[in-house]
T-cell receptor, first 115, second 115 residues
Framework: DGGITQSPKYLFRKEGQNVTLSCEQN?????MYWYRQDPGQGLRLIYY???????QKGDIAEGYSVSREKKESFPLTVTSAQKNPTAFYLC??????????????FGEGSWLTVV | AQSVTQLGSHVSVSEGALVLLRCNYS??????LFWYVQYPNQGLQLLLK??????LVKGINGFEAEFKKSETSFHLTKPSAHMSDAAEYFC?????????????FGTGTRLTIIP
């Protein structure tokens, strides 16, 4: 089945460690996104990529890094510079369409907890 | 700048009663508007979207929303609530950025169904 797969579902990070969240899609979508979700704050955009080998900062990119070496993959690294990384992370993708209002599809999310 | 405001972080309705979740938008251009639903520990699923066609938009699971330009609103309704409707609901608007669309989300409304 086509979809977006995020892994792991649950991840624990020690202080000072970098961790990487995986996101893979087989929908043949060009654009991919990472959102962070905190209670009462909705979803906030971390990074997005419109095409392979290109990505842009979102609203809260500090302390995060991404790569887009393949169309299907958009991993997110949460670095030690991110001071409050405990959150629910959602990966998403969408087909191209600058003004068409194309639907953005979401993965099942990953929980990251600092211990 | 495009943004959305969801009125009421928590809404409770009795099973069988009308569901009304409020969303107001601000946009300097005709917006594309979305409603997403999120069940616990899962990603977001599209309920419906408005892309400047019919102002009354029908979605999945019996939900619908009406775009009212004069009120800058896009409220979500369902005539008769079901226990399975208990979830968090997010209104979102397309934020036009460089090259592709980005969704800007409201802070969400948690819907509780009372048996």
């Amino acid at each position: 089945d086509g979809g977006i797969t995020q892994s792991p579902k649950y991840l624990f990070r020690k202080e000072g460690q970098n961790v990487t969240l995986s996101c893979e899609q087989n929908l043949n979508h060009d654009a991919m996104y990472w959102y962070r979700q905190d209670p009462g704050q909705g979803l906030r955009l971390i990074y997005y990529s419109q095409i392979v080998n290109d990505f842009q900062k979102g609203d809260i990119a500090e302390g995060y890094s991404v790569s887009r070496e393949k169309k299907e993959s958009f991993p997110l690294t949460v670095t030690s510079a991110q001071k409050n990384p405990t959150a629910f992370y959602l990966c998403a993708s969408s087909p191209p369409g600058h003004t068409s209002g194309n639907t953005i599809y979401f993965g099942e999310g990953s929980w990251l907890t600092v211990v | 700048a495009q943004s959305v405001t969801q009125l009421g972080s928590h809404v409770s309705v009795s099973e069988g009663a009308l569901v009304l979740l409020r969303c107001n938008y601000s946009s300097s251009v005709p917006p594309y508007l979305f409603w997403y639903v999120q069940y616990p520990n899962q990603g977001l699923q599209l309920l419906l979207k408005y892309t400047s066609a019919a102002t009354l938009v029908k979605g999945i699971n019996g939900f619908e929303a009406e775009f009212k330009k004069s009120e800058t609103s896009f409220h979500l309704t369902k005539p008769s609530a079901h226990m399975s409707d208990a979830a968090e609901y997010f209104c979102a608007v397309i934020k036009y950025g460089f090259g592709n669309e980005k969704l800007t989300f409201g802070t969400g409304t948690r819907l509780t169904i009372i048996p």
